[in-house]
């Protein structure tokens, strides 16, 4: 089965380019395109793509709102792929924190567009760790939410759980985790598994984003 992707981007050419990328590939298909946020929830309840690639800048409804109401009402909701012309955007920190699953700059290589779909249809996060710690540290607030910070105290995280979510913050994958820890790669899986539900996380780029608006760890 192919993985299907609804394009929501308020610039034709955009739509257009994104497409042409995607539809080249056998193994995906874009089902639909909508010009703006507020058409998202009807048109993924109808098509259930499995990605949605989404503009965070639209003139009726941004990528942000588009991604707090998609999340919220829809069941079993799609992957979220923001994509944005400027990676150092406080629109896209907004959808990191809103429940986006990553990031895809308008200017990336036709490769890299690829890669980031099938990379989020099969539940990886496409983070970027240099770039998210510029985010937190210019849109986080200073010492961290204090809403954060309480659900990181009820997580009650051991210390090798603790030490696990450090290194996700530094973008290491599960394998390079394991070597630094010198322990299995399916003992890191328990570990970041663990570290999810214990955050309430969908994933872990929001188990990312909750480490730094915790304070848990510094973004600088």
């Known amino acids: 089965m192919p993985v299907t992707v609804l394009l929501v981007d308020d610039e034709p050419l955009v739509r257009a380019g994104l497409r042409a990328v995607l539809e080249a590939q056998p193994d995906i298909e874009v089902v639909g395109e909508a010009a703006d946020g507020a058409a998202v929830i009807p048109l993924v309840r109808r098509l259930r793509p499995d990605v949605v690639a989404m503009d965070v800048r639209m003139p009726l409804l941004d990528g942000i709102e588009a991604t707090r109401a998609l999340l919220r009402t829809v069941d079993a909701p799609p992957k979220i792929l923001v994509v944005t012309t400027f990676e150092n955007d406080e629109y896209v920190y907004g959808a990191l924190r809103a429940g986006a699953d990553g990031f895809l700059l308008k200017r990336a290589r036709p490769a890299e567009i ?15 760790p240099a770039s998210v710690r510029r985010l937190a540290a210019e849109y986080g607030e200073e010492g961290g939410n204090r809403a954060a910070r309480a659900v990181l105290e009820r997580a009650r995280l051991t210390e090798r759980e603790g030490e696990v979510l450090r290194l996700m913050a530094r973008g290491l994958t599960n394998a390079e985790i394991a070597a630094r820890l010198v322990v299995g790669t399916e003992t890191v899986k328990s570990h970041v598994s663990a570290v999810l539900a214990k955050l309430g996380a969908r994933d872990r780029t929001q188990a990312v984003i909750a480490a730094y608006e915790s304070g848990f760890v510094a973004p600088g």
Do not use: K, T
């Open 114 to 128: 690829v890669h980031a779909v099938r990379l989020v249809a099969e539940g990886e996060s496409l983070l970027f």
